[in-house]
């Protein structure tokens, strides 16, 4: 019984750690796709004061009429994942 419990524990200990690389590597993920959206949105940005500045040279049309509005920028939400130790909700496998 003693050795099924350990076995048990090890393997929940190993599910565990493949848990949190994967937790890792997903907001890993996320932050590198956030940096490359905030390199696009400047780009964006770059771009429009470009044509911009070619319209006004060339006494042409501004780029949008008054109805455009840019929306509003939101600040993404963190949310904070707690490690979750291991000597809490053991499997109890009597």
């Known amino acids: 019984m003693k050795v099924k419990k350990q076995k ?3 393997n929940h200990e190993e599910c565990h750690q493949k848990f949190q690389a994967r ?3 997903v ?3 996320m932050q590198a ?3 490359l959206i905030e ?3 400047d780009e ?3 771009l429009l004061q ?3 500045g070619l319209q006004e040279a060339n006494n042409g049309p501004a780029p949008f009429d008054s109805d455009w509005e840019e929306e509003p920028e939101e600040e993404p939400e963190e ?3 707690e490690d979750i130790p291991l000597g809490e909700g053991e499997i109890d496998d009597e």
């Open 39 to 41: 390199a696009l949105v």
């Open 8 to 10: 048990v524990r090890a």
């Open 33 to 35: 796709q956030l940096l």
């Open 50 to 52: 470009t044509i911009h």
């Open 79 to 81: 949310e904070e994942i």
């Open 23 to 25: 937790i890792h590597e």
């Open 27 to 29: 907001e890993d993920s």
């Open 44 to 46: 964006k940005d770059s």
